[in-house]
């Protein structure tokens, strides 16, 4: 069974910047393909990023130009840089497989990133 532990979020100003992390207790990024996925208040959780095992990405048209997801498997470690923060934005950052709990994986607690003036 693959962990999962995401970290990095905070209460961030609209405009700034934070990265966040997800370790994995496993080497898997090599044969699965990795996310990051969202979920607002009152929202379902949503995809905003993707990392094949063969290293290509993507992006969801809402954080397409601001946020860009990486790995170094030598830290069995994605990430999430995400810049031109807006409150739009607040949520709780999840990763996992894609799709999900693949791997034995399963959700983890998240990390919650909230934007505010």
């Known amino acids: 069974q693959v962990q999962l532990v995401e970290s990095g979020g905070g209460l961030v100003q609209p405009g700034d910047s934070l990265r966040l992390s997800c370790a994995a207790s496993?080497?898997?990024?090599?044969?699965?393909?990795m996310g990051w996925y969202r979920q607002a208040p009152g929202k379902e959780r949503e995809l905003v990023a993707t990392?094949?095992?063969?290293?290509?990405?993507n992006h969801a048209d809402s954080v397409k130009g601001r946020f860009t997801i990486s790995r170094d498997s030598a830290k069995n470690t994605v990430y999430l840089q995400m810049n031109s923060l807006n409150p739009e934005d607040t949520a709780v950052y999840y990763c996992n497989t894609v799709p999900p709990n693949g791997m034995g994986s399963h959700w983890g607690q998240g990390t919650q990133v909230t934007v505010s003036s």
């Open positions: 496993g080497r898997i990024f090599s044969v699965v393909d």
């Open positions: 990392i094949t095992s063969g290293g290509s990405t």
